[in-house]
Each structure stands twice: as structure tokens, then as C-alpha cells.
């Protein structure tokens, strides 16, 4: 897995290839939202899963994710993970 885009950019940096199994899992994870404590951070996202014949693996599989303070109430930026996994899936 790559981080493609950040904001603040390099939010996850060098922490983030470990996490790559966590963010982009096995594909019974589809239609949930994945979150995992880095430091004092909290990362959530919505693995998409996109199948067809027209990529390499015949899946293209990404995540947008967010980067909350794991003090913050995660429950808005979960439907937002979701929101964005069914807006990008389109």
C-alpha cells in the first residue's frame, strides 16, 4: 500500500507500511469501517473493493481514510469513512 495524498502531509510517514495489512484487508471487511490507534491518533476508513477484469489482481482496492485525535468522538468521521467508500465505489 501507498499513501497517495495527506493533509498535513506525511500524517502517517514511515508508520504507515506496517499498517497496510490493517487498511486494505482481506475483502470480507467490504461495507465496514476499519480503525486503528496510531500514537494519539485514531485512523478510520472504508476499504473499497473495486472487481473487473480491467486491473492487475482483477481488483482495484483503496482506502480514504481520516485522521482524528483518538480524543475526539469517532462516530461522525465513521459515517463519513462509509459516505466516502460508497460515494467512491460508484
Do not use: W
Amino acid at each position: 500500500p501507498t499513501v497517495c495524498c495527506s493533509d498535513p502531509p506525511h500524517a502517517v510517514g514511515k508508520q504507515f507500511k506496517p499498517l497496510g495489512r490493517y487498511l486494505l484487508p482481506e475483502t470480507f471487511v467490504r461495507g465496514r469501517v476499519v480503525s486503528v490507534v496510531l500514537d494519539d491518533n485514531v485512523i478510520l476508513g472504508a476499504p473499497v473493493y473495486i472487481e473487473d477484469t480491467l486491473y492487475d489482481r482483477n481488483c482495484f482496492q483503496f482506502n480514504i481514510c481520516a485522521v482524528i485525535g483518538s480524543r475526539l468522538d469517532a462516530e461522525p468521521y465513521r459515517e463519513m469513512a462509509q459516505h466516502l467508500a460508497i460515494a467512491f465505489h460508484a
